[in-house]
């Protein structure tokens, strides 16, 4: 029910989603800080990659908070939903597995990134020490000849946000590996706030 009415995704047949309680998630992330529940994201082309998108975020040390948590050293990947095809002529990437699932059923062709710099080999794009060509992640370093990539951003990306770059890095990189056009945007607000 809560995938229904937070985003509107029709669970029915969808084996790679699971909830799970404190106990099992922290089993899972190697922890014993987590004290919600949450939901497990495994991802269909990637099985062995997976988030658990927690239903109270978890307060870091330093004072910020966290929705999603992956186990320490897990590589990024694209998360593509069983009927989207990163081959087809458009493809739209956006940031959050949960988005991509709803565009998916709701007739899109959208894949996603774990975040603004999910498309690199770690997460941290503004400090990592490998050159953009050499971090990007597997699933995206591949033949893009012909191909046009929508790149949405999520609402709280303002042109002005210091992770703004992170889309116009992947561009040039769409771009080196033969895209034919790369186009950076952001998904609008929701009633709720932040997309």
Known sequence: A????????????????????HAQINALLGRQDITSSGLVIHYPNAPEIFRVRLCEPLTQADGSTAKYLSPAGMRNALFVPPSADITAEELIVTEGELKSIRAVQAGLNVAALSGIWGWRTGNSG??????DDDALIPELNRDWTGQTIFLLFDSDITPTHKGRPAFSRLAEQLYRLGAYNVIIGNVPATSGGVS
């Not at 503004?126 to 050159?131: G, N, T």
């Open 2 to 21: 809560w995938l229904t009415s937070k985003y509107g995704i029709s669970a029915q047949d969808i084996t790679y989603l699971y909830t799970a309680d």
């Open 126 to 131: 503004l400090v990592d020490k490998l050159p």
